[in-house]
């Protein structure tokens, strides 16, 4: 059998960086159909690209800016209309200081 | 013919002369919904009373206004039922990008294509069916179960704009909008017989539509014919200030190309597409296509795009690494549900974007993939130096059987073959019906320079003068 580009361990890293959870049986599927993207990725390993610059864009465009002036936008209600755990107008979020089990 | 199978030109005809109320054709179209979507499933959102309360308050307006002319021309889209593709955000409805992470997402805002459209008069019929996230090339993605292909239940409607293509080929809507990542336009557009117009990117504002891959997404629209297509487009395209990526360039008027002389057009055929593998019977139709854009009088031109080999591994770096940053923003906090309920794909890709950019492998991914991106995009700009236009294939199959290819990944990435090259080089593309192959739809696309969409309709638009695939329709 031929050695599978992801071990089980990245796996499981990447999902924790992406914040996903995952079952054993998911880590294990995803491990294979990954590699096997990433097997086929590789061929991009072989072509010369030095002296080429990256583009992250196609229109070329820089730096659109506008004047700093506040317009018209939601309103508290409707920016927290889709939020199930409010309160006092904000948006109610995990503690982040407390130690989790 | 049923009301709802006209064209969007045909319908604004008949609304002008009141042979024909809005009313009347909103019903068809939500007819022909109830009777044939729980079979096909184009549709996550009907809007029916919606649509309905709307029709009556246009008819109204028709009704009382002395210059109707005048108001056809101020909104020209009055009265037409269009259906928007589910990650478009429509203020007060639904919108869930077909993921149970949205299940419950009513947006408190339009993108600025829905009110573009509204503001054009037209009818917000539904909320299609997509692969989830547009993550896809078949619609089997979706959370809420694949669309079919209204041609042959038992095959893939093609995707991600699956619905989309469903909805107007078999009349529950007389156009559709869709967005166009790696051919999520043309793709069900092919597969369903259908124009299908992936506009330059910027052309047309992303504003309001879930994002996908932010340097990658193009919104576009389904239509039965080209001329159809170009009165979307004069709606939706042009600048926005809520999308910094829409230049100030301005919108030509479409229309005016139609009928315009494409004798002498240089047609570029880029010839390592023609070294993939591709359906014989595919390939047969696409044959005749040639032939037939020749007897139009195109200059057929060999052309070569020596890097568009290596399209489809940077696509699938550069896309799911966006994805991986933009779809961070579901977690349940300010809208949705948690990112538990992301689907396979969803996690597949962003995974492999988080893998891609992480610290130790950007350079050899990402970094990697922009130089390629940009060698790519220099063999398209070499190319219409010599050509008017690139023609290629759409699909390297026909519409295949639902559940085929949906266990391998990697298979269903490689249906972006034709496609993904557009994307990668931001160039606006045309696919358009041109044949079939076993009673199933087989069409091809044709690209040409950055916000030069008037070239593709002028072709197009003479194309189908001399043929009538684009009329063909299923039968439900």
Same mark, same amino acid.
């Given at each position: 059998m031929t050695k599978l580009k992801l071990t089980k361990d990245e796996v499981t890293h990447v999902a924790k960086l992406a914040q996903?959870?995952?079952?054993?049986?998911?880590? %294990?599927k995803f491990q294979k159909q990954l590699s096997q993207i990433l097997d086929y990725i590789d061929q991009l390993k072989g072509l010369k690209t030095e002296g080429v610059k990256p583009i992250s864009q196609t229109t070329g465009l820089e730096n659109v800016f506008r004047l700093d002036e506040v317009q018209p936008s939601l309103s508290f209600e409707q920016a927290l209309s889709g939020a199930k755990k409010q309160k006092n107008n904000y948006f109610k979020v995990q503690s982040v200081f407390k130690k989790s089990k | 013919m049923k009301n709802s199978q006209l064209s969007i030109d045909q319908a604004l005809r008949k609304l002008k002369g009141k042979e024909l109320s809005v009313t009347e054709l909103t019903e068809n179209c939500l007819k022909i919904i109830k009777k044939n979507d729980h079979q096909i499933n184009a549709f996550i959102t009907v809007c029916d009373d919606h649509a309905l309360t709307r029709a009556r308050s246009l008819d109204r307006q028709i009704q009382k206004t002395k210059d109707v002319g005048q108001l056809f021309k101020k909104h020209p889209l009055l009265g037409i039922p269009i259906a928007l593709k589910d990650n478009f955000c429509t203020k007060g409805i639904k919108t869930t990008a077909a993921s149970k992470v949205l299940a419950d997402y009513v947006p408190a805002y339009d993108a600025t294509v829905t009110s573009r459209l509204l503001k054009a008069g037209a009818i917000i019929i539904g909320k299609t069916n997509l692969d989830a996230w547009a993550h896809g090339a078949s619609g089997e993605n979706s959370d809420f179960g694949p669309t079919k292909n209204p041609w042959n239940l038992k095959m893939v409607a093609g995707g991600s704009?699956?619905?989309?293509?469903?909805?107007?080929?078999?009349?529950?809507?007389?156009?559709?909008?869709? !967005?166009?990542?790696?051919?999520? *336009?043309?793709?069900?557009?092919?597969?369903?017989?259908?124009?299908? &117009?992936?506009?330059?990117?910027?052309?047309?504002?992303?504003?309001?539509?879930?994002?996908?891959?932010?340097?990658?997404?193009?919104?576009?629209?389904?239509?039965?014919?080209?001329? +159809?297509?170009? %009165?979307?487009?004069?709606?939706?395209?042009?600048?926005? %200030?809520?999308? !910094?990526?829409?230049?100030?360039?301005?919108?030509?008027?479409?229309?005016?190309?139609?009928?315009?002389?494409?004798?002498? &057009?240089?047609?570029?055929?880029?010839?390592?597409?023609?070294?993939?593998? *591709? +359906?014989p019977?595919?390939?047969?139709?696409?044959?005749? !296509?040639?032939?037939?854009?020749?007897?139009?009088?195109?200059?057929?031109?060999?052309?070569?795009?020596?890097?568009?080999?290596?399209?489809?591994?940077?696509?699938?770096? &550069?896309?799911?690494?966006?994805?991986?940053?933009?779809?961070?923003?579901?977690?349940?906090?300010?809208?949705?549900?948690?990112?538990?309920?992301?689907? +396979? $794909?969803?996690?597949?890709?962003?995974?492999?974007?988080?893998?891609?950019?992480?610290?130790?492998?950007?350079?050899?991914?990402?970094?990697?993939?922009?130089?390629?991106?940009?060698?790519?995009?220099?063999?398209?700009?070499?190319?219409?130096?010599?050509?008017?236009?690139?023609?290629?294939?759409?699909?390297?199959?026909?519409?295949? $059987?639902?559940?085929?290819?949906?266990? +391998?990944?990697?298979?269903?990435?490689?249906?972006?073959?034709?496609?993904?090259?557009?994307?990668?080089?931001?160039i606006p593309s045309l696919a358009f019906p041109t044949g079939f192959a076993e009673g199933l739809p087989v069409g091809v696309q044709l690209m040409g320079p950055q916000f030069e969409e008037e070239k593709l309709f002028q072709v197009v638009g003479a194309y189908q003068q001399q043929t009538d695939w684009h009329s063909k329709r299923p039968d439900l």
């Open positions: 996903l959870e995952l079952t054993a049986a998911e880590i %294990q | 704009s699956s619905g989309s293509a469903a909805a107007v080929v078999s009349g529950m809507a007389l156009a559709a909008t869709g !967005s166009d990542t790696g051919g999520s *336009i043309r793709m069900p557009a092919n597969f369903c017989g259908l124009v299908g &117009l992936k506009p330059t990117f910027g052309r047309v504002s992303r504003y309001g539509v879930i994002a996908m891959a932010s340097s990658f997404d193009s919104i576009g629209h389904l239509t039965k014919d080209a001329l +159809d297509s170009a %009165q979307m487009l004069q709606v939706m395209a042009g600048n926005d %200030q809520n999308d !910094s990526t829409t230049p100030s360039k301005k919108v030509p008027s479409y229309r005016s190309f139609f009928g315009q002389d494409v004798r002498g &057009l240089k047609l570029g055929i880029p010839r390592e597409f023609f070294d993939q593998e *591709i +359906d019977r595919v390939k047969s139709v696409i044959k005749k !296509s040639l032939s037939d854009l020749e007897k139009l009088g195109l200059k057929l031109v060999d052309l070569s795009l020596p890097h568009s080999v290596y399209a489809v591994a940077t696509y699938y770096i &550069l896309v799911p690494s966006e994805v991986s940053s933009n779809l961070e923003r579901f977690d349940g906090i300010r809208y949705g549900f948690d990112r538990r309920r992301f689907s +396979d $794909e969803a996690k597949r890709r962003i995974m492999l974007g988080t893998y891609a950019l992480s610290a130790g492998y950007y350079e050899a991914y990402y970094e990697k993939a922009m130089r390629v991106r940009n060698m790519i995009k220099k063999d398209v700009e070499k190319a219409f130096e010599k050509v008017d236009l690139i023609f290629a294939p759409v699909s390297p199959t026909l519409p295949f $059987e639902i559940g085929k290819k949906v266990n +391998d990944p990697l298979a269903m990435y490689l249906m972006d073959i034709y496609t993904c090259l557009a994307n990668l080089a931001g």
